[in-house]
């Protein structure tokens, strides 16, 4: 490719990135992605349970929001706070038999969207995407460690 072909592929990127965040299926997979069913999803792949202070840092939030989504969860009986066994003093949130369900049938729909496109797309395409993806992630991420490494640098 020439430096003229190759100067417009950010744009090209940036306008295909647009149409899958305004896709159906990247919608399904945000609204999966954000909020309680980020919560849920975090709960479902730690069947231990974890403390809220563990939620609200993967998640990003406060504690009073972290308490406010649990208690919409509590509500909705998809989760229960308890004592933590080892030490009475900390709580351990878990997903109830019904939480469990819930994010079972979340992930099914979410996965069947997914499996028709990657039927379309074939294995070989499919694996190529999936390659491509992590490399665009991983590549992200190692941009954002040197940009706070630099920042770090700055503020000392």
């Known amino acids: 490719m020439t430096a003229m072909e190759n100067e417009h592929l950010p744009e090209d990127i940036l306008h295909l990135m647009a149409r899958i965040c305004r896709s159906e299926l990247f919608w399904e997979m945000q609204q999966y992605m954000r909020g309680e069913g980020i919560l849920l999803g975090f709960l479902y792949e730690n069947p231990q349970g974890c403390t809220p202070k563990t939620l609200a840092q993967m998640m990003n939030v406060s504690a009073a929001r ?36 819930k994010v079972e049938a979340i992930r099914a729909q979410a996965l069947s969207g997914s499996l028709q496109i990657f039927e379309r797309l074939g294995a070989a395409d499919t694996k190529e995407l999936l390659r491509i993806v992590s490399s665009i992630l991983d590549t992200e991420e190692q941009l954002s460690s040197v940009a706070a490494g630099l920042q770090a640098k700055e503020g000392a």
């Open 66 to 101: 972290i308490t406010a989504i649990l208690g919409h969860l509590e509500c909705k009986r998809l989760i229960v706070r308890a004592a933590d066994v080892n030490d009475k003093r900390r709580i351990r949130v878990q997903l109830t038999l019904t939480g469990m369900k």
